[in-house]
């Protein structure tokens, strides 16, 4: 099994719809994340998490929000869905020194028509 | 070569041959720095990493240089290989423990 593991793999859904994107690890991290990735402008840190009672934005947070239900799982929300939204999203795990790299997920692709 | 703001730059070159991908960081703060490799459908996946009291940082195949006076990175990789074909992007940490900031990537395709 995957250390992290993003579902749907694939997505698409409505403008207006809200959809919840999850992740699971098995890394026993304390930290998560989650990034969007785009053409051209690379990946985006959108909020993150160092424990389950720890969220933050990032940089591009408008528009989502995120649960961190338990230490192994962190889902990502869109409440409600524009195409801007359409991009690949990834899901990452780190230590708590954050000196050893991203683990990341395989990604979730999003369309949002 | 890569910097941390442009356009994905594509570097192509003959199996056998050694490959070098580079990147320009802007935060003279960093002082951690990593390189990722990502695959076609597939998330990015951990290379390499150094850190700032390194100059150099050898692994398997890869090389990692680091010039911190002008704020340069290179992905040197021996012996390309058409698995070897993917985007690379570097890292770096802004000087913190919690956040890093991704570079756009360089495409590297190899030709057998």
Redesign the interface.
């Known amino acids: 099994d995957a250390d ?1 593991t993003q579902t749907p793999r694939n997505r698409i859904t409505k403008t207006g719809k809200r959809i919840m994107l999850e992740c699971s690890q098995t890394k026993g991290h304390d ?1 998560m994340y989650w ?1 969007r990735q785009d ?5 985006r ?1 959108i909020y ?1 998490s ?1 424990d389950v009672k720890d969220i933050n934005k ?1 940089e591009i947070s408008d528009g989502y929000s995120v649960s961190r239900q338990a230490q192994a799982k962190f889902s990502l929300s869109l409440e409600s869905a524009i195409p801007n939204q359409t991009a690949l999203y ?1 899901c ?1 795990t ?1 230590d708590q ?11 979730t692709r999003l369309t949002v028509v | 070569g890569e910097s ?1 703001g442009l ?2 730059p594509t570097l192509s070159v003959q199996e056998g041959d050694n490959s070098i991908i580079n990147c320009a960081y802007s935060n003279s703060a960093s002082d ?1 720095f ?1 390189w ?1 490799k990502q695959e076609s ?6 290379i390499i ?1 150094i ?1 700032s009291n390194m100059d150099k940082r050898q692994g398997q195949r890869v090389t990692v240089l680091l010039n911190k006076t002008v704020k340069h990175l290179s992905l040197q990789i021996a012996a390309t290989q058409p698995g070897d074909s993917a985007v690379y ?1 570097c890292a770096e ?1 802004g000087g ?5 900031t ?4 360089t495409l590297l395709t190899v030709n057998p």
């Open positions: 992290v930290r990034y053409p051209g402008l690379g990946l840190l993150y160092f990032g990834f990452a780190s020194t954050g000196r050893h790299g991203y683990t990341f997920g395989s990604g | 941390v356009h994905l951690y990593i990722y459908g597939k998330g990015p996946q951990f990493d850190r992007f940490n913190s423990n919690y956040k890093l991704f570079g756009k990537g």
